[in-house]
């Protein structure tokens, strides 16, 4: 009977010890598995592929999908600019966007020829970014649409209108300083350069692809 149990028992104990055997193998298995999988992005990896995920999402994915349908979606229209140079018309305007510059640099902006002095405005409504000087540009301003995707760049200022200061709302027409040849802007010929940059994700106000603004002046109500 003690015999026979501790027979049973001993049967019991090698089959349990079986199927832990074969759970404890599958179970590891599996384990290994998961860790295999997880292996890339477990012990050194995920902290940084969780963190470079979210980093990383908007600027590949992110721009294909949804921003750049939308960037290059709206436009901006003919007639959505006002001319900056108080006095001058937009039949008045040339396009100089092709014309070539010191070392054929293409311009991809345009001129607009002014007494110095003369008063520059605001084109469309927006922020003003930044105030910078350069020494192409002179004293210049940044300025993004309200749409933050488009920028508006002014250079070869005399002076910035009293009171300019980055963060400030402009309306189309507000002052933003006057006709001058601060930069390589020659004396002799006082000007207005005037570029638009179609800004990339990241929104940076040194960094745009240019936009040709002269279709933009015209058909307007000015
Ligand atoms: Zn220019």
């Given amino acids: 009977m003690a015999g026979r149990q501790r027979a049973f028992v001993a ?47 908007p600027e590949a994915p992110g721009p294909p999908v949804v921003p750049a349908p939308q960037r290059s979606g709206v436009p901006p229209s003919p007639g959505a600019l006002r001319v900056p140079v108080a006095g001058v018309d937009a039949s008045m305007l040339r396009d100089t966007y092709d014309e070539r510059r010191g070392s054929n640099r293409p311009h991809e902006a345009l001129d607009i ?21 350069s020494e192409p540009g ?60 179609r800004l990339g994700p990241e929104r940076q106000w040194w960094k745009g692809t240019p936009v040709n603004p002269y279709p933009l002046f015209l058909g307007g109500p000015r």
């Fill in 11 to 57: 049967g019991l104990v090698a089959v349990l010890a079986a199927v832990l055997a074969i759970g404890g193998c599958s179970d590891e298995a599996v384990r290994e598995h998961q860790q295999r999988r997880r292996a890339p992005g477990a012990p050194a990896a995920p902290a940084p592929q969780a963190a470079a995920s979210p980093a990383s999402a």
């Fill in 113 to 133: 020829l002014a007494p110095r002095g003369t008063p520059v405005v605001a084109v469309a409504p927006g922020r003003v970014v930044k105030l910078f000087t």
């Fill in 138 to 197: 002179g004293l210049t301003v940044y300025q993004f649409d309200p749409t933050e995707r488009y920028a508006y760049y002014y250079a070869h200022l005399d002076r910035y209108a009293d009171g300019l200061h980055e963060g400030q709302w402009l309306d189309a027409g507000d002052a933003i300083g006057t006709v001058g040849f601060t930069g390589n802007a020659s004396p002799e010929a006082p000007h207005l350069h005037f570029a638009l940059f």
